[in-house]
Each structure stands twice: as structure tokens, then as C-alpha cells.
Nanobody, 121 residues
Framework: QVELVESGGGLVQTGGSLRLSCAAS????????MAWFRQPPGKEREFVAT???????IYADSVRGRFTISRDSGKKTVYLQMNSLKPEDTAAYYC???????????????WGQGTQVTVSS
């Protein structure tokens, strides 16, 4: 019922920055939680950050202080500002949306196709 489209991925050197965007369309009523997950090469998908409609946020320990999740005033676009990037941040990044505000992937029913972030050293 919700379509998500990510953009902003690319290749960046260690210490650089990227800003990911995720635009939601379709039947978004009641979908108040939006999040970012990532999957490094050869590893399982992991939680990055999530944002509730009222502005509350949760971050993974690995990105806290470096990444910032935010949403526009219409609450249909979520952003991930990524600073001080490390090679360990290299992964496919996925946007997700759902009705439960937490860090569990199972609570997000709508997923984007992903955007690749590669950090070189």
C-alpha cells in the first residue's frame, strides 16, 4: 500500500558525507514510523535509525553521533544525513515504513529497493 523510493547513495571516501532520501507515496495514512536499515556485503540486514511522526528517534549504537534521521513537514519523506563515513558503513541501505515505532524489521511492512553506499579508505 506504500511505495518507497530511495536516492542519494554513491561512492565516497572515508570521512566524507552523503544524504539519503526516501519518498513515500500511495496509501500512507496511519504509516507513522519510517526507518533506515542496511545490509553490508555478506552480512545480515541491520537496523540503522527510525523516526516517529512526532519527531522521536532511535539510533543504532554504531551510527549514533554520525548519522541523523529526519522527516519533512508533510512526513512523507525521510532523510538520512551520514557524516564521518567509515569503510564499515559500506552497505545497501533500505528505507522502510510501518505503524510501529521500534528497531525491529518485522514491524515494517513497506520497503524500498535499496541504494548502495560505498566508503573507500
Amino acid at each position: 500500500q506504500v511505495e518507497l523510493v530511495e536516492s542519494g547513495g554513491g561512492l565516497v571516501q572515508t570521512g566524507g558525507s552523503l544524504r539519503l532520501s526516501c519518498a513515500a507515496s500511495g496509501r500512507t495514512f496511519g504509516v507513522d514510523a519510517m526507518a533506515w536499515f542496511r545490509q553490508p556485503p555478506g552480512k545480515e540486514r541491520e537496523f540503522v535509525a527510525t523516526s516517529w511522526a512526532d519527531g522521536d528517534t532511535i539510533y543504532a549504537d554504531s551510527v549514533r553521533g554520525r548519522f541523523t534521521i529526519s522527516r519533512d513537514s508533510g512526513k512523507k519523506t525521510v532523510y538520512l544525513q551520514m557524516n564521518s563515513l567509515k569503510p564499515e558503513d559500506t552497505a545497501a541501505y533500505y528505507c522502510a515504513a510501518g505503524r510501529i515505532f521500534d528497531r525491529q524489521a518485522a514491524n515494517y511492512d513497506n520497503w524500498g529497493q535499496g541504494t548502495q553506499v560505498t566508503v573507500s579508505s
